[in-house]
């Protein structure tokens, strides 16, 4: 490990729309955000989460203008230095908000003496740009184990099981990529834009998932989609129309890390798992036992994956969320989960997002916490 302090702050913001950048100014205005830390930026806003869900790239458009002045950077270019990762569907409770991730690096490795234990450290990669053939294949893949390798260093986190949390954004295919690559003899991986998204976020996780030993063995093209044995206990992907490329961010406990955050995580086993959610939020001493509420002030924020149960059916019972022409599954999985989580946290400003393909097993997915301590 690197001889540095790495100091982390996380403060979430509302917001009153997906182009809503006031709250995070009046904080940089008022000293409590110095921007020139701001590492990652996660946001939910109240998009529909799918193919022609563009308030992903307002958000993220709205965020690189607002923020340019300050750093001295055309808003083109903002994103090469900030990580952007918007997550589109505020279904039922859940309230669109920013959480903004800055860090800050000295020279001197002195967080044993501020702090015992471990504590939230964030590190980000960038793959390269990928071709639209390459999508949802072992290449997404292959190039996801080298970012979340280096992201992990970047953060100071030299063990696996330190990763609480991969937050990954991801490309889709559109139909301008798809006829692009048939256009150079090749073939992508589905000619279904909508069907990209699950390829893509599938390949992203199972990247995580070698990259941190959660997977042994090689993973061939045709598992991904098909072997749901196969899965990331901590990773979360999302598809998005906005990037060719993967962004990664990785959030773990070091002992590089001088914060006054800490960071667990959770599998739920389906969307109605409510033991998991307890376990993380006991993972960082939010919640007593039995039905002991949430420590008061020391919630920051709450991550998690939300999925339509594969098979139909959630402990024996038949869902219909694969069967509503009118509401897309991921909808409805976002707006139950997110429902669950947010009755047992207090508040329906948490991050939910839908789609959680080789994200914990079938039906269910990752769920962490971030708490001050």
């Known amino acids: 490990m690197s001889a540095r302090t790495i100091s982390v702050d996380v403060i979430r913001i509302p917001t009153k729309g997906p182009g809503d950048v006031s709250g995070l100014i009046q904080l940089i205005e008022a000293g409590r955000i110095d921007p020139v830390s701001i590492l990652a930026i996660l946001g939910k806003t109240e998009g529909n989460g799918g193919v022609n869900d563009f308030t992903r790239e307002y958000a993220g458009s709205a965020l690189s203008i607002a923020l340019a002045p300050y750093l001295a950077l055309p808003p083109e270019r903002v994103e090469e230095r900030v990580a952007f990762v918007m997550s589109g569907g505020t279904e039922g409770v859940l309230s669109p908000h920013i959480t903004v991730f800055t860090r800050n690096l000295s020279g001197n490795n002195d967080a044993q003496s501020v702090f015992a234990d471990k504590r939230l450290s964030i590190g980000i990669a960038h793959t390269r740009n990928f071709l639209p053939e390459e999508i949802g294949r072992g290449a997404q893949l292959t190039e996801t184990v080298k970012a979340v390798a280096a992201a992990m260093a970047d953060a100071g986190i030299d063990n696996p099981s330190d990763v609480h949390f991969v937050q990954i954004k991801c490309p889709l295919l559109t139909s301008d990529r798809i006829e692009e690559a048939h256009g150079r003899g090749q073939r992508p991986v589905t000619t279904s834009a909508y069907g990209s998204m699950g390829y893509s976020r599938g390949a992203s996780a199972l990247g995580v998932a070698a990259a941190l030993g959660e997977v042994k063995g090689d993973i061939k093209d045709d598992d991904i989609l098909k072997r749901y044995d196969l899965f990331s ?34 599998v739920m086993r389906d969307a109605i798992d409510t033991a998991a959610v307890i376990d993380a939020l006991q993972s960082v001493g939010l919640r007593g036992e039995g039905s002991a509420p949430v420590a008061a002030g020391g919630l920051v924020n709450i991550f998690a994956k939300a999925e339509a149960s594969p098979d139909g059916t959630v402990r024996g019972f038949r869902h219909t969320m694969l069967e509503d022409t009118d509401i897309s599954a991921t909808r409805h999985a976002r707006a139950a989960v997110g429902g669950l989580i947010s009755g047992l946290s207090g508040t329906g400003a948490v991050y939910v997002s839908g789609g959680a393909e080789h994200q914990g097993p079938p039906g269910g997915g990752p769920v962490a916490v971030i708490a001050r301590v």
């Open 233 to 266: 206990s901590v990773a979360s992907t999302s598809a998005g129309i906005e990037l060719m490329h993967n962004v990664i961010i990785v959030m773990g406990n070091s002992r590089a890390a001088a914060s006054p955050f800490v960071i667990g995580h959770a």
